[in-house]
């Protein structure tokens, strides 16, 4: 696990997705670029954190240090989206994390392929 004081944001698919539809059918006279993401920021420790518990894991953190490429700033500025589509995201990490990890309990991983070939 990277450092736990570095911060993060992440967005769920859904949110991504219909951030990406507002700005194919934006007006012509806006084309972008715009930000796309979720300003809410959260550690990699807090992550972590929320993934054992909503798996009710008993998984141990493991530190390690932050590769040498790490990005600094992960905070997108959603200003523009949210001005010019109307967008913003609506699902909390929390839950995102909980749909995501209902997906992986419902899928067969032995019957499961990739959506795309691995070359």
Known sequence: ?????????????D????????????PDDFCGPVNIG???EFTIRELADIVLEL????SKLV????????????????????QRLGWQPTV???????????WFRSIDLSEY???TPNY
Do not use: H, W
């Open 15 to 26: 949110d991504l997705v219909e951030g990406l539809i507002r700005m194919m059918n934006a």
């Open 38 to 40: 979720n300003p809410e």
């Open 55 to 58: 798996m009710a894991s008993g």
């Open 92 to 102: 909390p990490l929390r839950k995102g994390l909980g749909k995501t990890i209902d």
């Open 63 to 82: 530190n390690r240090p932050l590769p040498a490429d790490d990005p600094t700033q992960r905070r997108p500025d959603i200003t523009l989206a949210q």
């Open 1 to 13: 696990m990277a450092t736990a004081g570095r911060r993060v944001s992440f967005c769920y698919r």
């Open 113 to 115: 392929r990739p959506p």
